[in-house]
């Protein structure tokens, strides 16, 4: 089963559990998911009208939990954790993985330095052995660990929930690509015709030079034979140069005095 297909399956459950509980009943099943080692993504859940009606009440700390793990990190817990329940371990590490996709959505090229702070790790060994185990073996990241320069070089990563106003500003970055992109189809093409109007052009250019290098050809033919049959007439023509050079082969008779 691929990633996406699990992930539709985790949330599709979690939303008719959190649709079918109020209050503090919505604790456990936030907890639960928010603990699960194969769901990445909440916003479906923070939609659920119950989920939604935590807000300002009582209960609201869950819902606060639940809005961290769509769209906060880790420091986001460290600088807030004073309102917050404490954190499970399996929750933990969400977050932490969490925080590495939050990252790898501006920069991908990811220094250890910041991975380390943001991640609260000690040494290069602990962050290399989560980016590896928990990270590219969970199927959320793929990258390269570039030991020489201290930095995690990001290839793929998965996305996470759309923050609130974020969704407009996404549109505008689609819509300016989209405009790019049809300009740049647009160059194309004429680049394209342009290219085939200087093909035709050679093409053209090619049949002109061949049919000339083919006149040239007979003419050439026709003078040398024109040239030939010059010379075979001469050398046909009776007392030609042929009876001339015969009649000097012959030997002149000697004239006897006269008495």
Known sequence: MDIEQNQAELIDNFVKQASAQKGT????????????????????????????????????????VLQLFAHGTWSDYRSNCSSLPQLVPDQVLKLKQLTV???????????????????????????????????????????KLDQLRRCFEIQFAAGR????????????TLSNWL????????????????????????????????ARVEEVKKSISV????EFRGLEDIYSEPGGVMD?????????RRRHPRS
């Open 25 to 64: 009943a919505l604790g456990s099943v936030i907890l639960e998911a928010t603990s699960h080692p194969s769901l990445f993504a909440f916003s479906e859940i923070l939609a659920v009208p119950t989920v939604a009606e935590l807000e300002g009440t009582e209960n609201s700390v869950y819902l606060k």
């Open 223 to 226: 003078k040398a034979e024109v």
């Open 179 to 210: 405009g790019t992109s049809d300009n740049l189809l647009v160059s194309i093409q004429e680049k394209i015709k342009w290219a085939d109007t200087m093909s035709e052009l050679d093409k053209k250019h090619r049949k002109e030079v061949e």
């Open 101 to 143: 996709l939050t990252l790898a959505e501006t920069n991908k090229v990811l220094p250890y330095d910041e991975l380390m702070m943001e991640l609260d790790v000690m040494n290069v060994r602990e962050l290399e052995d989560f980016l590896i185990n928990e990270c590219m073996y969970a199927g959320i990241v793929r990258g």
């Open 161 to 172: 929930d759309l923050r609130p106003g974020q969704l407009g500003s996404m549109i505008q």
């Open 244 to 252: 001339y050079e015969e009649d000097r082969s012959r030997p002149k």
